[in-house]
T-cell receptor, first 115, second 116 residues
């Protein structure tokens, strides 16, 4: 199984809603990542978890709250988002964090629209 | 600071043409890794290749080939005999080690359209 599975694939939420994005992998990878990708732009790193601990937070606003309940799961909790947060949210995993000397496997993403 | 430049925003070719996607990078690290990813319309990023800074050998994988030249800080990607299924956005990316910037820094991407 070389897949990273993200749910839901599409999400529309209001600015007062609370929702969560989920990411799952069963490759035994110990590093997991959240990226944000705006239309026609490259992915931008948001968070990195290494061995279930938050390793990198790229100064992401607190309305985005990551969680790694176990080595296979990564969540992104969303609260009080703004329309400019609408984007494709990509999850990735790799064998370990480090110099990315192992390829990262990406999910298909959740396309989020904030109204 | 590290930087990846993909100067070609969009390229359109006709099927069976060869096409080269350019990537130029900047880094102060001596040890770093370069990547190419493909992003089809479905959205997921598909890993194509990883190359470390000490390995300047060119690589060929089927219709794909990569030319890594440290002297010009370039890591170009050539698709030979392009096919419609090659239509996608292609990202070049860099990961450093010395400065601790370990996660991927992506270039802005090149959108390749292969016309039948």
């Amino acid at each position: 199984d070389t897949e990273v599975t993200q749910t839901p694939k599409h999400l529309v939420m209001g600015m007062t809603n609370k929702k969560s994005l989920k990411c799952e992998q069963h490759m035994g990878h110990r590093a997991m990542y959240w990226y944000k990708q705006k239309a026609k732009k490259p992915p931008e790193l948001m968070f990195v978890y290494s061995y279930e601990k938050l390793s990198i937070n790229e100064s992401v606003p607190s309305r985005f709250s990551p969680e790694c309940p176990n080595s296979s799961l990564l969540n992104l909790h969303l609260h009080a988002l703004q329309p400019e947060d609408s984007a494709l949210y990509l999850c990735a995993s790799s064998q370990k964090e480090g110099p990315m000397n192992t390829e990262a496997f990406f999910g298909q993403g959740t396309r989020l629209t904030v109204v | 600071a590290q930087k990846v430049t993909q100067a070609q925003t969009e390229i359109s070719v006709v099927e069976k043409e060869d096409v080269t996607l350019d990537c130029v990078y900047e880094t102060r690290d001596t040890t770093y890794y370069l990547f190419w990813y493909k992003q089809p319309p479905s959205g997921e990023l598909v890993f194509l290749i990883r190359r470390n800074s000490f390995d300047e050998q060119n690589e060929i994988s089927g219709r794909y080939s990569w030319n890594f030249q440290k002297s010009t800080s370039s890591f170009n990607f050539t698709i030979t005999a392009s096919q419609v299924v090659d239509s996608a956005v292609y990202f070049c990316a860099l990961s450093e080690t010395d400065t601790g910037r370990r996660a991927l820094t992506f270039g802005s991407g090149t959108r390749l359209q292969v016309q039948p």
